[in-house]
């Protein structure tokens, strides 16, 4: 399953575009960790990602801004940004957002 | 380039999250022209992408919400969408969003 199944709007968004360094230093494992642990963190609405040779692109979706802030102010999440920014990412962009509308196609 | 240089929030994103079909069928060709077109276009401010196996994720930034519709309703536009849900995708997700903050990070 890689679309997320949210709800109806108003909810919310992150947006975390990266550009990687060479080499993996542990990135894949905590890449892991860390959705696990955020699909624990409370308003946890789900999470969709791509990656090619140049950039990343992760979205995360969350019920309020509340459970946005909680989910960065959370310490091993905090530790996982402290080594992004010393090891893993030349150059990210957080963005967050209001989602106010959503619509889609299923084959 | 792979990250947009996009000004101070608030300004809108649209999410576009898809699992496309087998093969290429002229997606490669119209997703080029398609970012072309989206340049030209009043308000754009940027765009990210990143694909892999099973999901892509594509961010286009807008000054308004009305640049926003202005982009949907394009006639190019519309006829890329139609060729999208025929031929090309066999899912996808639009959310439309207005960015609240944004920080990054520079090595």
Redesign the interface.
Same mark, same amino acid.
């Given at each position: 399953m /890689?679309?997320?199944r949210?709800p109806e709007?108003p909810y919310w968004?992150v947006?975390f575009? /990266?550009?990687r360094t060479d080499g993996d230093h542990g990135y894949a494992q905590m890449a892991q960790q860390m959705e696990t642990l955020a699909q624990r963190q409370p308003g946890y609405l789900g999470m969709?990602?791509? @990656?090619?040779e140049?950039?990343?692109?992760t979205?995360s979706y969350w019920r309020s %801004?509340e459970d946005v802030r909680r989910w960065k102010a959370d310490l091993d999440h905090q530790q996982a940004q402290k080594l992004? @920014?010393e090891q893993w990412? @030349?150059?990210?962009?957080?963005?967050?957002?209001?989602? %106010?509308?959503?619509?889609?196609?299923?084959?």
């Open positions: /890689s679309l997320a949210t709007p968004a947006i575009t /990266s550009e969709e990602h791509a @990656r090619d140049q950039t990343g692109v979205v %801004e992004g @920014r990412y @030349r150059r990210y962009q957080v963005r967050v957002c209001r989602v %106010e509308r959503a619509y889609g196609f299923e084959r």
